[in-house]
């Protein structure tokens, strides 16, 4: 091979931090295998199923779609007026009532290829928009973030988000980073579900947050990815209502992949909340820039999917239904799990209790997680992060005993 070939000296990649151990789990042949890894909601046998608000969107569109032809840059504009909707619902409002600020016609809202694809333009935003500007992360977070920051060539650095135990969250340690920021730094914050650690703010502390980001002119962006399978669709969106109220520029990071199930459809949004409605109208040109070089269109399917059921009264309760039904089967193995774990002598588990979304951890380390995977086929992620949706009343006794196990 010459020098200037693609292929020399080329070793390879390090595997996705969660996509490889999914992958090691799908290769393993043990059929008692447990998959706790994947950040996907699953039912009682571990299938992840199509939403029947979904299949009866799918069925209309079969029916009365006409054409493949391009979305706009920035997607259908029916379909983001609808997830505008979605993300800034108010409580007690009818769906479609917004904010004052959205009809100052401060915010704008793109379709973008999933949560990630949202999360790579809000970065891409802050790299053209606020060029000396670092990206702060919790630590730990979804790995993604900081893979993001570093593909789009974003510096970025980490801040303290839980307490050394791991039980609760350490509200002090993130002021202090907050104000140990550069104004005009951006913070990516879990606008609900902490993924990995499931410990999100309350709604109190979301307004102390809030205040010292305005206060310090730090830029928030917010993902959004688990809308509605923390506390609920409105409820989870305390986190947003904060950072409005304390009169912040925000990108929300929006996705359509957990609360409609639509993992493989690649539906999200951008939501740009600007000072006026002149600076929501030029970011927004700066994002289709972005978005031309980067996937040009969004893809069509699942945003109409999603738009089919936004725009129908009937079919969103059915789906509003369908999301309170995952949460509530999430919750109901997160409390599960903890009895079994306090009943096989594993140790006081009850923070998990406060934890919010498909995910806390454990507190397991590497050599740990490995004796769980050779020895008991059970695939969890770093730090013992756990998905309780993976779990089910025949599973939640072994894997509480095999994580006993390891503790005692
Ligand atoms: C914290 C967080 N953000 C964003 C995403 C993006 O999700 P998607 O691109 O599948 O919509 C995920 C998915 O796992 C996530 O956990």
């Known amino acids: 091979m010459s020098n200037g070939s693609l292929s020399a000296k080329i070793s390879s990649a390090p595997s996705d931090p969660i996509f490889g151990i999914v992958e090691a789990f799908r290769a393993d042949p043990r059929p008692e295998k447990i998959n706790l890894a994947a950040g996907v909601y699953m039912e009682e046998d571990g299938v992840t199923p199509i939403l029947a608000s979904v299949r009866e969107a799918e069925r209309r569109l079969l029916a009365n779609s006409t054409t493949k032809l391009y979305k706009p840059i920035g997607g259908d504009p029916a379909l983001v007026k609808l997830l505008r909707a979605l993300i800034f619902r108010e409580p007690g409002a009818p769906f479609g009532a917004l904010p004052a600020i959205a009809n100052e016609g401060r915010i704008e809202v793109l379709h973008t290829p999933g949560g990630t694809g949202a999360v790579r333009l809000a970065v891409e935003l802050v790299k053209r928009l606020r060029p000396n500007a670092e990206i702060w992360v919790s630590d730990p977070t979804w790995p993604n973030h900081t893979q993001i920051a570093d593909a789009v060539g974003v510096p970025h650095r980490s801040h303290p988000w839980i307490s050394a135990d791991a039980r609760a969250l350490d509200l002090d340690a993130v ?60 409820e989870d969106a305390a986190s947003l209502r904060a950072f409005l109220a304390a009169g912040c520029e925000i990108l929300v990071a929006a996705s359509a992949s957990k609360n409609f199930a639509l993992y493989d459809e690649r539906v999200g949004a951008l939501a740009i909340v600007a000072e006026d409605k002149e600076a929501a109208a030029a970011i927004l040109t700066h994002a289709k820039v972005a978005i031309r070089a980067a996937w040009s269109n969004p893809p069509g399917h699942g945003g109409e999917i999603v738009a089919e059921i936004l725009g129908d009264d009937a079919l969103r309760v059915q789906w509003e239904g369908e999301v309170t039904a995952m949460r509530e089967r999430i919750n109901g193995n997160r409390r599960a799990f903890v009895v079994a774990l306090a009943s096989e002598g594993a140790g006081d588990f009850s923070h998990l209790l406060t934890g919010r979304g498909m995910f806390s951890l454990l507190g397991l380390d590497d050599a740990q997680l490995k004796r769980l995977r050779d020895e008991q086929a059970i695939y969890l992620v770093a730090r013992g992060r756990i998905n309780f949706a993976g779990l089910s009343a025949v599973k939640i006794p072994i894997v509480a005993k095999a994580v006993a196990a390891l503790l005692r």
Not at 185 to 204: Q, S
């Open 175 to 234: 002021l202090q980073s907050i104000n140990a920021a550069k104004p005009g730094d951006a913070f990516i914050f879990h606008g609900a579900c902490h993924n990995p650690t499931g410990i999100d703010p309350t709604a109190a502390q979301w307004r102390v947050i809030a205040g010292a980001v305005a206060a310090r002119g730090i830029l928030p962006i917010l993902d959004f990815a688990y809308q509605g399978l923390g506390d609920g669709l409105v």
